[in-house]
């Protein structure tokens, strides 16, 4: 069966302290791994897609990197902005396209 | 593109109700999925559409729930006779093409509340 595990479950961070978010799978043959964010009360906003080990996608404080066992999400110098939860997804071969979601990591970010 | 959207936002119901949302995705997309969320948790797939045809259906949608996509548009979800363990967050995502690891992107939300 399908699975993703996060940790930490949640991280307090300071203004400018970097750090990394860990997403651990298993899947049977992995099609995909999604990176989202999610604010209060919202639904995930899309950040990455990761499709093969080795890979790596960028976007402003934030980079992936996908591993046959695990995806990093690094946060470098992060803002209060920044403070959401953070959900990684999977998609496993075989499967129609529905996503298998970690619980998350709640990461705040202290001025 | 006004992305996916979600009505109500937010319903609040008494034990027993019958509840139905509405998702309509982005206009392109052929491909619309509903999942649900409770406090702490990640969402946990319920269903998925492509165009009209409903394609699977998650063991957590008990014979209460219902989904339909008419037309291959909007979708509905009704739950009939709530209970108070359907108190949760009801997410709607579409995605477009045919190819299964295509990007999903979601809709706010509707948070549901059974008293």
């Known amino acids: 069966e399908d699975q993703v595990t996060q940790s930490p479950e949640a991280l307090r961070l300071q203004e400018g302290e970097s750090s990394s978010l860990n997403c651990s799978y298993t899947?049977?043959?992995?099609?995909?791994l999604f990176w989202y964010r999610q604010d209060p009360g919202k639904g995930p906003e899309f950040l990455f897609t990761?499709?093969?080990a080795g890979e790596e996608k960028e976007k402003e404080r934030l980079k992936a990197t996908l591993t046959k066992k695990e995806s990093f999400l690094h946060i470098t110098a992060p803002k209060p902005e920044d403070s959401a939860t953070y959900l990684c997804?999977?998609?496993?071969?075989?499967?129609?396209?529905?996503?298998?979601f970690g619980q998350g990591t709640t990461l705040q970010v202290k001025p | 593109d006004t992305g996916v959207s979600q009505n109500p936002r937010h319903k609040i119901t008494k034990r027993g109700q019958n509840v139905t949302f509405r998702c309509d995705p982005i206009?392109?997309?052929?491909?619309l999925y509903w999942y649900r969320q409770t406090l702490g948790q990640g969402p946990e797939f319920l269903t998925y559409?492509?165009?009209?045809?409903?394609?699977?259906k998650s063991r957590l949608l008990s014979d209460r729930f219902s989904a339909e996509r008419p037309k291959g548009s909007f979708s509905t979800l009704e739950i009939q006779r709530t209970e108070q363990g359907d108190s949760a967050m009801y997410l709607c995502?579409?995605?477009?093409?045919?190819?299964?690891?295509?990007?999903?992107?979601f809709g706010p939300g509707t948070r549901l509340t059974v008293l």
């Open positions: 990761l499709y093969s």
């Open positions: 559409f492509q165009n009209e045809a409903q394609l699977e």
């Open positions: 995502a579409s995605s477009t093409r045919d190819t299964s690891t295509d990007t999903q992107y």
């Open positions: 206009s392109e997309h052929n491909r």
């Open positions: 899947v049977s043959g992995l099609r995909g």
């Open positions: 997804a999977v998609i496993g071969s075989g499967n129609t396209g529905k996503l298998i």
